[in-house]
């Protein structure tokens, strides 16, 4: 059987580690993506390759610097890379206030979050549409969804994440590609450090809502797993929350 594989963004921590380590488990090989090109990155990757058989390559660059970016696709096109899955998982968070947010903040948060998913997508579309199948797994936030105070610049980028996705599932619908969102609550990563601070006068509440924990990684993996596979053969243009039940990101 031809073997799968996915392109995964921001694979050196956090929530894009676990992807990246479930995606391999279940036999995908992987394109794995980090911003810098480490020792540490490749020594993870090679155990990967041993441990499960499979094949994971490296792809680094910074998301926000296009001609790095569009040099690695290419040569990935030139080289006839064949990328089944995508899912674009990086991004940055910034809190503030609105009138205390530089513009100039605002601008980066979107770089990263928005516009070099968009960037990167539109590269692997040349690749699935000539194949007229593929999945791409976005990931936004309950914070984009919800959209509280403090997330003008982060909460609004997500919730933009998820209408790229409503947008793009219709789009490329047509040529059976299949577009869905994950939207995480609070995830135990370094992204997370700062509300887990911000909670600790809250104890009564606990940390979150709903399950009154914070997600493991490792299950926002399975969630963004399920919609890259055929499992979700007929799911698309969907944001699927990933919060433990808390129904609106203000109770967290
Ligand atoms: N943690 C949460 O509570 C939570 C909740 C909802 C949604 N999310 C979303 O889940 C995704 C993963 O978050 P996380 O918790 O795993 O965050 P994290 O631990 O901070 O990891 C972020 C990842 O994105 C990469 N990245 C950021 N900017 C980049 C750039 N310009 N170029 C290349 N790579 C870049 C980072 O690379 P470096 O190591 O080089 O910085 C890192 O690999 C994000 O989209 C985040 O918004 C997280």
Known sequence: MEKKWALITGCNRGIGEKILEKFAREGYCVYAHARKHTEAFEEKLARLRVEYDTDVVSVCFDLTDSTAMEEKMRELIRNKAKIDVLVNNAGIMHQNLFQLTEMQTIREVFDVNLFAMMELTQWVLKLMLRKKAGSIVNISSVGGLDLN?????????KAAVAAFTRTLADEAALYGIRVNAVAPGFVNTEMAEIFKEQREDKPAKGSAGGLRRFAE????????????????????????????????????
Do not use: H, T, W
């Open 217 to 252: 990684p490792e299950e926002i993996a399975d969630a963004v797993y399920y919609l890259a596979s055929e499992q979700a053969s007929y799911i698309s243009g969907q944001i699927l929350r990933v919060d433990g039940g808390a129904r609106n990101f203000k109770e967290l």
């Open 149 to 157: 105070r403090g997330m003008c610049a982060y909460g609004v980028s």
